[in-house]
């Protein structure tokens, strides 16, 4: 067991996330930073490399992949401080960021729901994506999703307590509006994306299409299954009918579990695109380790 005067001192005036008083703790201590550790160097490895990579750059798909990536990398680095000192997001905060941290849902939710167009005017509108969707289009887009969300953020931190927190109830409801938008938007282009692609002959580009379909519905599935559950609590202490609460970011499930999003995403991209994996072997790991650059 760690004294409480040395957790003190070791967090610079902030204690741990657990006092190391069952083995449970520890567990718990050890799992935040492998979690982190993790999620760094797969997210990190996809930014690397498309960002290492002209050929991916070009490619509004790998536009989107980058830009999730880079978000996903900072919540690896931000579970070193959520995870292994006792902070609380929220309202009430203890020890928090000032929301930054979290705030980084708002620009995966935007970029995925930017993609999932991406996707859709890709495979059923290609003569007006080709025309509209240039790659300059494409990464305004992006970086829209870090402008909005750091204007709403920088908003919510300047005004009074009761006027942000008429904010943070507007943004749950434009939430729920968003993911009603992307479970209808999976499933339009899951049917609609079948039949326009079977009518279309054999051809690299065709594969091209089927593929980032195929990660794109994968990520926002594993998306949605890993959040609800965080979203749903929320929901349901705000409206003061139960919900559960937890001690801190370190042992909250709900929040691990959306966490856990940023090692899944990145890692779905690796699965689906065989080009990125191929890339990522010459321009990362191959560096890092000859003999899986030769396999």
Not at 104 to 123: C, E, H, K, S
Not at 168 to 196: D, E, G
Request: hydrophobic share 50%; aromatic share 12%; glycine share 6%.
């Amino acid at each position: 067991m760690v004294p409480a005067n040395i957790t003190d001192s070791i967090s610079g005036g902030v204690p741990l996330s657990v006092d190391f008083k069952s083995p449970q703790d520890y567990v718990i201590f050890i799992l935040q930073i492998v979690f982190a550790t993790v999620t760094v160097l797969i997210a990190g490895s996809v930014v690397i490399t498309i960002l290492a990579t002209s050929a991916l750059r070009l490619q509004n798909r790998f536009i989107f992949m980058l830009n999730t990536s880079i978000c996903d990398t900072l919540v690896g680095v931000s579970v070193y401080y959520l995870g292994l000192f006792d902070v609380q997001e929220g309202y009430p905060p203890r020890n928090g960021t000032y929301n930054i941290l979290p705030s980084l849902l708002g620009v995966n939710i935007l970029t995925f729901l930017f993609a999932q167009f991406d996707r859709y005017f890709a495979v059923c509108h290609p003569f007006i994506y080709g025309r509209f969707a240039t790659r300059e289009f494409v990464i305004g887009i992006n970086i829209y999703c870090w402008v909005y969300n750091s204007a709403h953020l920088l908003a919510r931190n300047l005004l009074p307590s009761s006027k942000a927190m008429q904010m943070y109830v507007i943004s749950i409801v434009l939430f729920q509006l968003i993911l009603v938008t992307k479970v209808a938007m999976t499933i339009k282009l899951y049917v609609v994306a079948r039949v326009q692609l079977a009518r279309e002959p054999p051809s690299a580009e065709k594969e091209s299409k089927k593929e980032s379909l195929r990660i794109i519905i994968f990520v926002v599935i594993t998306f949605l299954v890993l959040w609800c559950p965080s979203f749903v609590n929320i929901i349901i202490r705000f409206i003061g009918i139960g919900g559960l609460t937890f001690r801190n970011e370190a042992t909250n499930l709900f929040a691990i579990m959306a966490r856990f999003n940023a090692v899944c995403t990145p890692s779905v991209y690796i699965w689906g695109s065989p080009t990125l994996r191929e890339a990522m072997v010459k321009t990362v790991w191959g560096r890092v380790c000859p003999r899986c650059k030769r396999r």
